[in-house]
Structure formats: C-alpha cells, structure tokens
C-alpha cells in the first residue's frame, strides 16, 4: 500500500501547537524526528548547550550530490497574549488563515520541505541524498543551532552540496522574491569616560556625552557607500545614547552609545571594525575624554552568485505561482549566513508580513503552494 501523502497544513498545525520559544524544544523535534525516521531518514540530534537540533538524511552520506533544506522550529515570545485575537498556540484555522506564533517564521516552511522530502523520496528515490538541518535556536543567540549542526556535519563527513533555507522572503505576495545573500550585521557599544562636574563650571569637567554626540555626528556624516551590483546601500543607525543621569546640573563622568551597522560586500566586519576604532580615536584626542568600543558582528555580507541553482528555484517558483522572483539581498540576517560557508545556498520561503505579530498568520493555500515548490525543486535538481 503507497503511504499516504503528508499534509504541510495539519503538520504546520502540530508544530504551532509546540511551545517553542527559543530555545525551548517543546516537543517539535521530537514529533519531527518520529515522521522522518518513520519515512527512512537517518535521524540524529545534534544538541549543543541546552539548544536542541535535528539532523535528518535520506541517501548515503557522501552522495555525488545533495540537496539540504534549512530551517528552525523556534519562535520569539508571544507578548500580550490578551493582545491576541486567536490562542498563539492554537493554530486555528479562520476564513483560509491559520493563527499562531510560528505560522509564517517559520513552521510552516519547516512543515513545507519535510512534507516535500518525505513524499518525494517516497515517490522517486533519487540517485543522491536529501538532508534536513533544523534548529531550535535561530530567534536567539543562534552560537548553538545550525552553526552546531554544520559543526557536527564536518566532524562526521556529512555534506550538502547545495543548501535552500526555507524562511519566509516575499515581501507582499508568494513567489516575488527569493534571497541569493545577505547583508552583514554588527553592533557597536561605544562608552565614553570624563570627569564629572557642576553643569555652571563645564570648563572643570570633561563632558563625555559631548564626544559622544561628536563621534556619532562623524559616523553619520556620509553614507557609508552608494550600494553595489547585488546590495543596497550599507546603514548605520544609532539605537541608544545613555547615561542614566538624574541631575539637569551635574556632568555625568560617563555615557554610552550604540550604533548597529548592516553592511554590504564593499565592507568587511574587521574593516567597519577599523573605520569606527578610527573616528573614537580621533575624537578622543579632540576631546580629551576616554573612547572605549566593543563590537559584536552577528554576520558577515554574503552573495550566491546568481546561477544554476538559483535559476532552478526561480524556475520552480514561477512554475507555481506565476511570479518570478527578484533575486535580493535585502532584510536582516539568517541561518544562511552560516550555511553560506559550508555550501552554496538560496533562501525562498512564505510572504513574511504577519512575522513576530501579535496575530501571525499564514494563508493555508500558501502552504500547499510551497510544498509543491520545494517538490519541483527536488525534482528538477535530481533530474
């Protein structure tokens, strides 16, 4: 008897109905590994410091060719859940629109290529291997999730050949837009230390909010580029500027500032790193006041250059829903800039609108539409 079809929708609903606010696993895996195993997929959890990970192949490891799915079973916190109009773990279905946290970022795309992999190599096992990396820890730190999975997969000899991460990218409607890079991350903390000192006498003191202010009128005063052949121009925005001083004539001794830079492939981490050690250096020694920086880089500007395998899912992509999909690099990171040094990898995914909102949703149909994506792209990459 030919097993039944696996439905993305009712297993979109069992992964909602897991509790799994980073980085609790809250049984997702768990149920994961049980419908893979149970479909002939070589299971392994790749836990690393509390955070739980799935490996999952079906093939021979070190297959000529692999084709790996990417993505993450855990969702940020609900907020207000007064706020929400149906139970964020409920996963009702309301007028042809499932609600929960994790609907559309993204247990429905988990749902979508373990739904697709399940039947395909069910229906036409191919010559090569499928291999799914899920994570519960792509909303949090992200130092024990897929970086732990790629960490085991390099010490067992395990590889993909290419990679497709399945979190949500079309803006507005399904098929617009696939990711073929991201841009860079940091975030610079910046403490500025004087003399403190009576507001009357400003001359006794040595103002440590006022060299902030003069070092980030530097950082902001010209674009850090125009944009390159594949990214927007790179921002920076200041995020805070503190320091906690309840008097309105006392000189605080110090202050503090953050800046968060999302950067193009014209830049690296160290060069930004460089630039921002420059311009604190030289406002310290205009000011006399103490420029400390310290600098956390979530992740470094990325490019797939567009090519066969980004044509594959472009063709995919219109095959189902009509659209052609923009190759960009816009949004924030993901897990893709990990998997960016293991192998190459495309991202395409569900409309991410409702992401992180109070009453995320999904378009159930949407669902179906990409299981039948991601069922042609396997196809097609092992014809």
């Known amino acids: 008897m030919t097993a039944a079809a696996i439905d993305p929708v009712a297993l979109t609903a069992d992964l909602v109905r897991c509790p799994t606010v980073t980085p609790a696993e809250g049984g997702a895996l768990v149920l994961l590994e049980r419908l893979l195993s149970g479909a002939g997929f070589a299971c392994t959890r790749v836990d690393r410091n509390g955070v739980p990970n799935l490996f999952a192949r079906w093939g021979l490891r070190g297959a000529n060719r692999s084709l790996g799915f990417n993505g993450h079973t855990d969702v940020v916190p609900v907020g207000d859940a007064s706020a929400w109009?149906?139970?964020?773990?409920g996963?009702?279905?309301v007028d042809g629109w499932m609600y929960g946290r994790g609907t559309t970022d993204m247990k429905s795309g988990v749902a979508a290529f373990v739904a697709a992999a399940i039947d395909f190599v069910r229906e036409s096992p191919p010559d090569g291997a499928v291999i799914l990396t899920i994570t519960g820890d792509e909303e949090g730190a992200s130092v024990d999730g897929t970086l732990a999975l790629l960490d085991w997969m390099a010490t067992q000899g395990e590889r993909m050949s290419h990679c497709l991460v399945g979190e949500p990218t079309c803006p507005n409607e399904m098929g617009e837009m696939m990711k073929i890079g991201r841009r860079g991350s940091m975030t610079a903390y910046i403490t500025a230390v004087g003399v403190q000192g009576h507001s009357a006498y400003p001359h006794r003191a040595?103002?440590?909010m006022s060299a902030l202010v003069r070092l980030l009128a530097r950082l902001e005063e010209r674009p850090l580029d125009?944009?390159?052949?594949?990214f927007d121009a790179s921002t920076l925005a200041i995020t805070t500027i503190d320091c906690g001083n309840p008097a309105n004539n006392v000189i605080p001794a110090r202050g503090q500032a953050t800046v968060n830079i999302r950067f193009n492939d014209l830049h690296s981490g160290a060069s930004l790193h460089q630039w921002l050690q420059d311009h604190?250096?030289?406002?310290a020694v205009e000011t006399g006041v103490q420029i400390d920086l310290r600098v956390q880089i979530s992740g470094e500007s990325f490019l797939t250059p567009p090519g066969a395998f980004s044509a594959m899912i472009a063709q995919a992509v219109q095959a189902e829903t009509g659209r052609v999909p923009v190759a960009s690099t816009s949004g924030g990171t993901s897990d893709a800039r990990f998997v960016k040094d293991h192998c190459p990898v495309v991202e395409f995914g569900l409309v991410g609108k409702t992401m992180h909102q109070v009453d995320e949703r999904v378009e159930v149909a949407q669902i179906h539409q990409l299981k039948a994506i991601y069922t042609r792209i396997l196809r097609e990459y092992f014809a």
Not at 85 to 89: A, E, G, I, N, S
Not at 226 to 230: I, L, M, P, T
């Open 85 to 89: 109009t149906h139970d964020p773990f």
């Open 226 to 230: 125009e944009g390159s052949a594949h």
């Open 206 to 208: 040595k103002n440590p």
């Open 91 to 93: 996963a009702e279905i």
């Open 280 to 283: 604190a250096q030289a406002v």
